[in-house]
């Protein structure tokens, strides 16, 4: 408490000091340490000391009150949900629905592959003090996620309980292998393709989970939820039409891409994906392979080659450079570049870099 | 979370590998094969790649198995090395067989999914993520071959610290310092990776012994500096929140540094007339 009186400290006083100074002191040192706190003149202090004993206590108790207030409305805003996410989309996702009832961290950035993750303290600590955890799934993140959830220790947000949230629960899956998955067929996961938070369409479906979600563990907030909701869908709609128009002259063509990723984007805007550039998933090309890849590029008229920005570009430049191909480094995620901080902005970059390449 | 329960079973993994791997990493230097070690911890990342592809778990029991099996192997060979008297060939197979394992597990790797992140993951390891179970694992082990070292201490000290036309040959005796050693690495590697377990082994003990002249002393100084350097490189790691091990690895390469500005500087007051 000593320090509560010295001066400079007092000159600009935090309000729980004040709460502190008012609350904990005998009522006769309070009156001496209002004017201080208050930064009054001495005139006014002299003058208060003089007040009658009823008048102080009334005053003490109404400051009280504000300190009280004062004290507890960071603490409110700090009851705001701590929502962690596996990928920057869902955190993009998340915060148009929970808005400022919700405080987002995002584990991985839009600019790296997320199905790796290298291990740093502050994503153990955003773990392990997070109310819900909302992951993409289908096994995109399971080479690092396990071992992140064991070391956090975070009851809440282990799988199974109301704390944890697996998107692709949410959405139907494409690519799902029809016999048993190995090794030898590469990156392949059992689920089906995680890839699916690149159709707008998924987009609305990841919203609608994650606000149902979010009102079972904040009930209290449940109307902003839905108003947000009902926004984000109502926009969605009037987008996803924009970019269908967009994309128009895109629909029923051949198009090949780098990795598996894109096959939700082709399914939303009616395109075909005829080839991939890695012979299996997660599987750079051989030379041979290229060669190949050139023979089908010829034979199918593919046009246009898409990839992700983290992908190596010169077996696309390859394959520009003998079939005419053209190449379209699209954005996979939010935070792939820093103009996309929203899931809407996320498709306006896609179409806009397609617009760019001469695709459409 | 507090720092410190985040930071926990990191520090007591770097613990338990300074306990073992500067004493080892005296014996190495006495020998002169400094890449020895880095040469066997490929060896065990390259077991680790071959098990990959044959689709097990890669911090499994059955990769464990089979990494440690390869740097067995290898730990084999590296015994045998003892009966070339020429250093310089000695050095060579050393490091041909760092580059060959390396080159391989590259390789394999390259046909599979994923494999070159796994390659980089036990390159530079995780330990921010190690499990208690992984950890009272590695402790119990290394305790068993702690004793072992304990009790026949001057026979072990014996096999590294004399000429080779000195000594007795007990191949019996240098094959057990090898398996230990493989032992050791190939658990270290699997928690640690390559980089970490090898800046343990080398850092701390030369730069003991740039400073201390007996083996107990250099043993010693060693464990505390080897010590100051992991709580330094965690410390860090947390404050910037950088991946542990490599800062770990950096901050342990500030040691020989400033034991040899310790010493230039001690040489040059000497040297200069008072």
Not at chain 1, 107 to 115: E, K, M, N, Y
Not at chain 1, 289 to 303: F, H, N, P, V, W
Not at chain 2, 179 to 200: Q, Y
Not at chain 2, 202 to 222: E, H, K, M, N, Y
Request: glycine share 6%; hydrophobic share 55%.
């Amino acid at each position: 408490m000593g320090v509560m009186f010295k001066e400079g400290v007092l000159a600009h006083p935090h309000p729980r000091q004040l709460l502190h100074a008012l609350l904990y002191l005998p009522p006769s040192m309070a009156v001496a340490a209002f004017p201080l706190v208050g930064g009054r003149s001495s005139f006014t202090s002299h003058f208060l000391l003089h007040r009658t004993c009823l008048e102080i206590l009334m005053k003490k108790s109404i400051h009280c009150v504000i300190a009280l207030l004062l004290t507890f409305a960071p603490w409110l805003a700090q009851a705001a949900l701590n929502v962690v996410t596996s990928t920057e989309d869902i955190a993009a996702l998340t915060l148009a629905i929970g808005g400022d009832a919700v405080k987002v961290k995002p584990l991985t950035r839009g600019t790296a592959d997320p199905h790796f993750a290298q291990a740093k303290p502050s994503m153990i600590r955003e773990v392990y003090q997070a109310d819900l955890l909302v992951v993409v799934g289908a096994e995109l993140e399971v080479g690092w996620m396990p071992a992140l959830l064991q070391s956090a220790r975070n009851d809440k947000v282990q799988p199974g309980n109301p704390g944890y949230l697996d998107l692709s629960t949410a959405v139907t899956l494409l690519d799902k292998p029809s016999g048993p998955v190995t090794r030898d067929m590469g990156d392949v996961h059992a689920a089906g393709n995680p890839h699916y938070w690149l159709d707008p369409n998924n987009g609305v479906l990841m919203a609608r989970a994650i606000a149902q979600r979010l009102t079972q563990l904040d009930s209290a907030h449940a109307k902003d939820f839905e108003r947000a909701l009902a926004a984000f869908e109502q926009q969605a709609q009037v987008k996803i039409a924009a970019w269908k128009t967009a994309l128009a002259p895109l629909a029923g063509k051949a198009v090949m891409s780098y990795h598996t990723s894109f096959v939700y984007l082709a399914n939303a805007f009616g395109f075909r994906i005829a080839a991939q550039v890695e012979p299996k998933p997660g599987i750079s090309p051989s030379a041979a392979y290229l060669t190949q890849l050139i023979a089908r590029i010829k034979e199918q008229q593919i046009g246009l080659l898409i990839m992700e920005p983290y992908y190596e570009q010169r077996s696309a430049k390859y394959l520009s450079e003998h079939t005419g191909v053209r190449i379209a480094v699209l954005p996979q995620s939010v935070g792939a570049t820093e103009q996309i901080k929203t899931y809407f902005d996320l498709f306006d970059a896609i179409v806009a870099a397609l617009k760019n390449a001469g695709a459409v | 979370m507090d720092a410190w329960m985040i930071l926990l079973p990191a520090f007591t993994l770097c613990a338990l590998m300074i306990a073992t791997h500067t004493y080892l990493g005296l014996h190495v230097l006495a020998r002169g094969i400094i890449f020895v070690d880095l040469a066997l911890a490929q060896v065990a990342a390259l077991g680790v790649s071959v098990a990959f592809m044959l689709g097990w778990d890669v911090h499994g029991a059955q990769a464990q198995f089979v990494a440690l099996g390869a740097t067995l192997l290898a730990a084999v060979v590296l015994a045998k090395l003892r009966a070339i008297p020429d250093k310089t060939a000695r050095e060579v197979i050393i490091g041909c067989m760092y580059v060959v394992a390396t080159a391989v597990a590259i390789v394999i790797l390259s046909r599979s999914s994923q494999g070159m992140e796994e390659l980089k993951s036990m390159f530079s390891g995780n330990i921010l993520w190690v499990r208690w179970e992984e950890v009272g694992l590695l402790a119990l082990v290394y305790a068993v071959l702690t004793l072992l070292h304990v009790v026949y201490f001057r026979r072990f000290k014996a096999l590294s610290f004399t000429e080779v036309n000195e000594r007795k040959s007990s191949f019996r005796w240098e094959l057990l310092f090898f398996v230990s050693f493989a032992v050791v690495i190939t658990l270290a590697v699997n928690l640690a990776g390559v980089l970490m377990v090898f800046a343990f082994l080398i850092i701390p003990a030369f730069t003991a012994s740039l400073l201390v002249g007996s083996f107990g002393a250099r043993l010693a100084l060693g464990g505390v500096l080897a010590m100051l350097g992991s709580i330094a490189g965690l410390w860090l790691s947390f404050s910037e929140d950088l991946p542990a091990g490599p800062v770990i690895v950096a901050v342990l390469g500030g040691l020989p540094l400033l034991a040899g500005a310790g010493l230039w500087v001690q040489r040059a007051t000497r040297t200069s007339p008072a």
